[in-house]
């Protein structure tokens, strides 16, 4: 199986700033990696396809990029809303995985 | 707009099977473009996958389970089903299922539909 990583598992961050996650696949994954957000008793919502196609009515202050085994999540000037936890998710080989999460709370 | 709805008994017993059904509205499962996924989520955990099904009945599911899983799908009723035998304490969950895309029929992305969840615990 592929092993995902996310660094931090956590962030405390106010909003306005800049967040920055990183998702590590233990081999390479291409660019078949997704990126999910999750808030409490919510399923996930995608967000990016592909390592950096944005999904259909998601804010741009989110990117994506990243291929092989080193992709990351921006948000830039985060937003009330945007206090989730996030995960990754590569589509690349059976099983499919999914990184721990990143939980971005408030400062 | 597609919608995925979940449904089935929130309570297992161990040793039973768990069995729950995905009912797809709004949209069709018999579609080349798309791949139908079972994923859970213990409380206060993280996401794993458990299987997904195409149109044609083909099936993957994730070795973690021990052969325990096992899907099907109903195109005509537009629904698709995860049966997890043996069920233990360890298999307490929300159960989500999810649509995939294809991508030139042999490439995937994320899952962009996810039903709501259903909470099923294990206990006797």
């Known amino acids: 199986d592929i092993q995902m990583t996310q660094s931090p598992s956590s962030v405390s961050a106010s909003v306005g700033d800049r967040v920055t996650i990183t998702c590590r696949a233990s081999q390479g994954v291409s660019r078949w990696l997704a990126w999910y957000q999750q808030k409490p008793g919510k399923a996930p919502k995608l967000l990016i396809n592909a390592a950096s196609s944005l999904q259909s009515g998601v804010p741009s202050r989110f990117s994506g990029s990243g291929s092989g085994t080193d992709f990351t999540l921006t948000i830039t000037s985060l937003q009330p809303e945007d206090f989730a936890t996030y995960y990754c998710?590569?589509?690349?080989?059976?099983?499919?995985?999914f990184g721990p999460g990143t939980k971005v709370d408030i400062k | 707009q597609v919608q995925l709805q979940e449904s089935g008994p929130g309570l297992v017993k161990p040793s039973q099977t768990l069995s729950l059904t995905c009912t797809v509205a709004?949209?069709?499962?018999?579609?080349?473009?798309?791949?139908w996924n079972w994923i859970r989520q213990p409380a206060g955990k993280g996401l794993e996958w458990i299987g997904r099904?195409?149109?044609?009945?083909?099936?993957y599911y994730n070795p973690s389970l021990q052969s325990r899983a096992s899907m099907t799908i109903d195109t005509s009723n537009n629904q698709f089903s995860l049966n997890l035998d043996s069920v233990t304490a360890a298999d307490t969950a929300v159960y989500y299922c999810a649509r995939g895309a294809l991508v030139r029929g042999a490439y995937y992305y994320g899952f962009d539909v996810w039903g709501q969840g259903t909470t099923v615990t294990v206990s006797s």
């Open positions: 709004r949209g069709s499962t018999n579609t080349a473009a798309y791949y």
């Open positions: 099904i195409y149109p044609s009945g083909n099936t």
């Open positions: 998710q590569q589509a690349n080989s059976f099983p499919f995985t």
